[in-house]
């Protein structure tokens, strides 16, 4: 399996926009995942589940960013993105994407690496 590499995060001021990707020197989509999700990890708090996507392309995000955050997949590019607009100081956090199975409903776990992820700071 490939680990995945998160990239595009940086410090941008409150109602900023940035765009995360997620990619591998090869296909970071496991054949044991049925989603891809996007978690992030603010200081002092434990890590959580913010976005998915599953083979189909269905979408889902917790309700503190759905409407500012869209998550995407390109399967030709091998990468996982994650658009972020209208971004908060408390969307300040380290974010990282995976491999996943399960439902958004019931839950999900992991079938592949963590990356190191990217940091983002958002400046009020």
């Known amino acids: 399996q490939v680990q995945p590499v998160e990239s595009g995060g940086g410090l941008v001021q409150a109602g900023g926009s940035l765009r995360l990707s997620c990619s591998g020197s090869?296909?970071?989509?496991?054949?044991?995942?049925?989603?891809m999700a996007w978690y992030r990890q603010a200081e002092g708090n434990p890590r959580e589940l913010i976005a998915a996507?599953?083979?189909?392309?269905?979408?889902n995000y917790v309700d503190s960013v759905k409407g500012r955050f869209t998550i995407s997949r390109d399967n030709t590019k091998n990468t996982l993105h994650l658009q972020m607009d209208d971004l908060k100081p408390d969307d300040t956090a380290v974010y990282y994407c995976?491999?996943?199975?399960?439902?958004?409903?019931?839950?999900?776990?992991?079938?592949?690496?963590w990356g190191k992820g990217t940091l983002v700071t958002v400046s009020s």
């Open positions: 995976l491999n996943v199975r399960g439902t958004w409903d019931l839950g999900y776990y992991g079938v592949g690496y």
């Open positions: 090869g296909s970071i989509f496991s054949s044991n995942a049925n989603a």
């Open positions: 996507i599953s083979r189909n392309g269905t979408t």
